[in-house]
């Protein structure tokens, strides 16, 4: 069995920073695209920042110049470095990735059960 497991949030106070990670563990043969996404309460769940194998995509306004993701693919981790973190950016970050399981010729997105990040004072 696939699992996606997201760790690093936490309380922080604006201006400040945070790294994020996300590992992927079980029979997996392979790692397409992986990502993370932020969901607030009351709000829809947006993308915050995506790696495919050609690189990251484009970030959305609202976190450019200030996060970054990045992969270790040996170990099947992303990671998410936050700086200049914002009251606005508190959420809860969920990673995810999309696999093909060992044995298998398709893939599919699986998803962690989310950190929780929160910038105040």
């Known amino acids: 069995q696939v699992h996606v497991v997201e760790s690093g949030g936490g309380l922080v106070q604006p201006g400040g920073s945070l790294r994020l990670s996300c590992s992927a563990s079980?029979?997996?043969?392979?790692?397409?695209?992986m990502g993370w996404y932020r969901q607030a309460p009351g709000k829809e769940r947006e993308l915050v920042a995506l790696?495919?194998?050609?690189?990251?995509?484009n970030y959305p306004d609202s976190v450019k110049g200030r996060f970054t993701i990045s992969r270790d693919n040996v170990k099947n981790t992303i990671f998410l470095q936050m700086n200049d973190l914002k009251p606005e950016d508190s959420a809860v970050y969920f990673c995810?990735?999309?696999?093909?399981?060992?044995?298998?010729?398709?893939?599919?997105?699986?998803w962690g059960q989310g950190t929780q990040v929160t910038v105040s004072s």
């Open positions: 995810t990735a999309h696999i093909q399981m060992s044995g298998r010729s398709d893939s599919s997105p699986y």
């Open positions: 079980g029979p997996i043969f392979s790692i397409n695209t």
């Open positions: 790696l495919t194998p050609y690189g990251p995509t």
